[in-house]
């Protein structure tokens, strides 16, 4: 009696088949798993963040930093360079209702300290020239803390007399050789018509604080020093909207899971649909699954019975109705029919087989 061949699991080949399909999500986690944290300076770097010099399979791309040959960790933005003092790891634990469940979502987050590259400690003639700006939040995953805003920095071609136009400039100047251009600060909710004409918007700069109005210029300066905040609950969006057919699928299985207790519960306990479903048991997935995989997998046995006999049927009759079609060609053709002979009536058409009748494909006759 032949052995029979092991089957693989119903869910271990529905591993295997969304591995396939969606290869890209584990490769990454085994991958960053892989990387090792770099440090760079005083800055630790591990996973989501990565150096431009480590491997593309290490940390997220969009949380790239860079490594100088000074050992200075920057940020490049694309209106301007930060350099990061530091990086802070945490967690964040947060509570969601889902039907009449609570249940505990922990969602990783990240604070880094970070300062204008242009502003030197060694040169009180530097100037914050970075601008910050977000166009979509998925490609620049970078919030400003709380309290923040936008600042301008103008050049003026002549002095301000102003109290809105804060002195942006450290340098000390001398009444014989003024400056060529004269650098102010402006609040960013400074309406258009209190911009001079003669100044022009050299960078909008961020600060943390609320409102910059009567402060002076070295207050400003002392918050310079940014907080950027990273949370991965509203990455959560980017990634749904970067891999659909991966968002497809997890809403497929919480369909599934939905419908695999409201279908058990249907079998004991009478009709019911399960609106608080997000973790269904293995045991009520194994039964939902193994019911409606058998009547599924019979309907398909037998349509592609049918679908064979009627295929045979139908090649059977074709090939029947070609000779009927041929017979009856013949028949109606009389012309085409061959005529019999009998041996008395050859003899006499032959003078006793001494006289040829004609010559034929395989000789005389």
Excluded at 8 to 17: C, K, R, S, T, Y
Excluded at 296 to 316: D, E, H, P
Aim: with cysteine; proline share 5%; glycine share 6%.
């Amino acid at each position: 009696m032949p052995k029979s061949t092991p089957q693989p699991p119903v869910f271990g080949l529905m591993a295997a088949i969304a591995l396939f399909l969606i290869p890209e999500a584990c490769i990454a986690r085994v991958a960053n798993s892989d990387c090792c944290s770099s440090i760079c300076g005083d800055v630790e770097i591990r996973n989501p963040f990565r150096l431009t010099t480590q491997p593309s399979m290490c940390g997220d791309h969009r949380f790239e930093l860079e490594c100088d040959r000074k050992n200075r960790t920057s940020l490049l933005m694309k209106y301007g360079r930060f350099n990061v003092r530091n990086i802070t790891y945490g967690t964040r634990v947060t509570y969601s209702n889902i039907g009449s469940q609570v249940q505990n979502i922990t969602y990783e987050s990240y604070t880094m300290q970070a300062i204008d590259a242009n502003l030197s400690k060694d040169d009180n003639c530097s100037l914050p020239r970075s601008s910050f700006g977000v166009d979509d939040f998925c490609t620049v995953p970078y919030s400003l803390g709380y309290p923040s805003q936008m600042m301008f920095l103008v050049n003026c071609k002549r002095p301000m007399k102003s109290s809105s136009y804060i002195n942006a400039s450290r340098c000390s100047t001398s009444s014989s050789h003024p400056p060529a251009s004269y650098f102010y600060f402006l609040d960013g909710e400074t309406p258009a018509t209190k911009f001079d004409e003669s100044c022009t918007i050299d960078a909008l700069v961020p600060i943390m604080v609320k409102n910059i109005s009567g402060m002076s210029t070295s207050d400003i300066y002392q918050n310079l020093l940014l907080v950027f905040e990273i949370d991965s609950s509203g990455l959560q969006y980017c990634y749904e909207k970067e891999r659909p057919f991966q968002l497809m699928l997890e809403s497929l299985q919480y369909a599934l899971q939905t419908y695999a207790d409201s279908f058990v519960h249907f079998l004991f306990n009478g009709p019911h649909v399960f609106q608080n479903t997000y973790y269904a048991p293995d045991s009520t997935s194994v039964l939902c699954v193994g019911v409606t995989g058998g009547v599924i997998l019979a309907r398909y046995l037998l349509g592609i019975c049918c679908l064979l006999a009627l295929v045979a049927y139908k090649w059977r009759r074709r090939h029947l109705s070609a000779d009927d079609t041929i017979e009856n060609f013949l028949k109606c053709q009389g012309d085409l029919m061959p005529i019999r002979y009998s041996f008395r009536q050859l003899k006499q058409m032959s003078s006793a087989f001494k006289e040829k009748l004609g010559v034929g494909g395989y000789g005389s006759v």
